[in-house]
Structures are given as C-alpha cells and as structure tokens.
C-alpha cells in the first residue's frame, strides 16, 4: 500500500519568504508527526498530532512555524518569514495510533538562500 | 531527560565481515527502542525496535540488537553484511509518556568491497 507521501521532495526560496510542507499519512493512520533534520543530525521532533488536534507541539523552534491538519488527514506544516538556518530536510511520520511504531516518508529538502 | 549517543560517526567493514553499531541511551524507565537505516535522498525505515519482553530482538534485513539495561546499550548487530547495508543508521528512544522520538546523530556505515 501507499506510505507517507511528502511534497515537494525539494523547495529552494529566499530568505525572508513564506513556506509550506505537505503531508500525506497512510490511510487510517490517527497519528501524525513533524520532525526536522539538520545536516549531519538526527531528526529532531517538532510537532505531533492525534486526529485533528496538536497534541504536544514542544518542539516548534519558535513563532514562525505552524502546522494544521484540519481534517485529521494531510498536514500542512507552514514556515513563515524563512531563515537560511531553517534549511533542512523536513520528515513527516504516521503511525496506526498514538505508541505504534511511526512510518516515515522521504521528506522535504528546504534550502533557503 | 531522554537521550541517545551513537558514539561513531563512520564505520567502514569489508563486505562479509561482522557488524556492530554502537548506541547507549539515558532514560530513567524503561525506554521504548529503536533502529532505523537511512539511505541517501530516502526516509527513515524501522529495522527493529523493543519494547518489553526478550532483550534479543530481531529485525528486518538479517539484523538484530540486543538490549542491555545494567549498560544502557542497544547495540545493532549483523553477522555478514552485504554492499547495500551502506547507509546510515540512527538509534533511537521514546517514553512510554509520550511519543516523540528522540534520535542519535546516527552512524554512517561504509562497506569495502
């Protein structure tokens, strides 16, 4: 079946601009997570939802990042006014429900010039 | 708080040879754990995890690990590894409290030929 679908796997912009990252989940999945990984790094968590609502959001950098996920399907994680040390690759995972094991897709790579 | 160390950054073995990746974790409970491979422009993929029950687990791909609480270790093993194990490999934990993940900076594995 079909896994974690992100787009685009790719996005360049200028500094200063305004993004958004899309998620699509397995179908069925209850559970969405955001995790941002850093060149040389792990993922490191930012967000995660069960159904329509942000469950723990502790890991937003700061005010410029939000995510919805209105239906408790695609989520959408938004950056505004872009910094070059936002660059990174952006990993969405789903999983059945919250404490299954999360299935990542393959990411969106930001770079801002 | 939850940690995870992955104390090589590169580890190069001939194709054949054993593996063994090294990760210690800090977490006062009992953690959930995991192993996840990462190849290049891909997504994380689950190779095994633990959660309860037999320290030795086994994954996909010919892997397994081995959970040791007195060493706070979960070292990721394989008896012969093949040229497309070369990747990189992220240990990872998460609390029975919550469910983000927290991952080490991972260690990229090179295969000789």
């Known amino acids: 079946g079909a896994g974690v679908s992100q787009t685009p796997s790719n996005k360049v912009t200028e500094k200063g601009k305004y993004v958004e990252l899309r998620c699509d989940p397995i179908s069925g999945h209850t559970a969405l997570y955001w995790y941002r990984q850093s060149l040389g790094q792990g993922p490191e968590f930012l967000i995660y939802?069960?159904?329509?609502?942000?469950?723990?959001d502790s890991g937003l950098p700061n005010d410029r990042f939000f995510a919805v996920r209105p239906e408790g399907s695609v989520s959408t994680l938004k950056i505004q006014r872009t910094e070059r040390g936002d660059s990174a690759v952006y990993l969405c995972?789903?999983?059945?429900?919250?404490?299954?094991?999360?299935?990542f897709g393959d990411g969106t790579r930001l770079s801002i010039l | 708080a939850q940690s995870v160390t992955q104390p090589d950054i590169h580890i190069t073995v001939s194709e054949g040879a054993s593996l063994e990746l090294r990760c210690n974790y800090s977490y006062g409970a009992t953690p959930y754990l995991f192993w996840y491979v990462q190849s290049p422009g891909q997504g994380l993929q689950l190779l095994l995890k633990?959660?309860?029950?037999?320290?030795l687990v086994q994954g996909i791909k010919g892997f397994e690990a081995e959970f040791k609480r007195s060493q706070s270790s979960f070292n990721l093993r394989k008896p012969s590894v093949h040229w497309s194990d070369a990747a990189e490999y992220f240990c990872?934990?998460?609390?029975?409290?919550?469910?983000?993940?927290?991952f080490g900076k991972g260690t990229r594995l090179h295969i000789l030929p």
């Open positions: 939802f069960q159904g329509t609502g942000a469950a723990d």
């Open positions: 995972a789903s999983s059945l429900t919250r404490g299954q094991p999360q299935h």
């Open positions: 633990y959660f309860s029950g037999d320290t």
């Open positions: 990872a934990v998460k609390s029975d409290r919550d469910d983000k993940i927290i």
